[in-house]
């Protein structure tokens, strides 16, 4: 709250009341437990918010406001150094899986290769590791996307499933799949 990059952030999880619909998000990072925040700055919402065409928050309904906070919250700490690639151990509160990708980049203002870390493959980590009193701060460039894919969307993405991916569509094992 005390940060005026994430203002815009502040006002979605004020909004947001998520699945019990008694208590504000905002309200339940304040109390006791641990937990992962991947927050995005005003400038990542004001993108989001562009791309759907709107100029403000307001204009976000409460079920929008849920998503997106739910989405962006685990309720457990986990600092980059535990995880550098892969799933995290838990999910976030809409029960979605949550994955972290970290790989070598160019740097235009570095002028250098850096460590790129990225959350669900989209939305780089532009500050780790903000240690707070119940938890860890992860400043994100984008809101952190919410994959409705299923499982053989997936695992088509999924670079490292190649040989899998093709078994899946040479048997119609994903057709059954998504049928399923």
């Not at 989001?48 to 928050?57: A, D, E, F, K, P």
């Not at 989405?71 to 972290?100: C, R, V, W």
Request: include cysteine.
């Amino acid at each position: 709250k005390n940060r005026e990059q994430f203002s815009d952030y502040v006002q979605i999880l004020q909004r947001a009341t998520g699945e019990r619909g008694d208590l504000r998000l905002v309200d339940l990072l304040g109390t006791y437990g641990s937990y992962t925040v991947f927050a995005p700055t005003n400038n990542a919402i004001r993108q989001y918010l562009n791309s759907r065409g709107m100029i403000s928050v307001d204009q976000l309904s409460k079920e929008d406001c849920d998503t997106l906070a739910m989405n962006s919250i685990i309720e457990k700490a986990f600092f980059t150094t535990d995880y550098s690639n892969g799933q995290f151990p838990k999910s976030n509160m809409l029960e979605h899986i949550m994955t972290i990708k970290s790989l070598q980049e160019w740097s235009e203002t570095e002028k250098d290769s850096v460590l790129a870390m990225y959350v669900n493959q989209t939305s780089l980590i532009t500050h780790a590791d903000d240690s707070v009193g119940n938890g860890v701060v992860h400043t994100v460039g984008s809101i952190v996307s919410a994959s409705n894919d299923l499982i053989g969307a997936l695992i088509e993405k999924d670079t490292t499933c190649k040989v899998f991916n093709d078994a899946l569509d040479k048997t119609n094992v994903r057709a059954l799949l998504e049928a399923y």
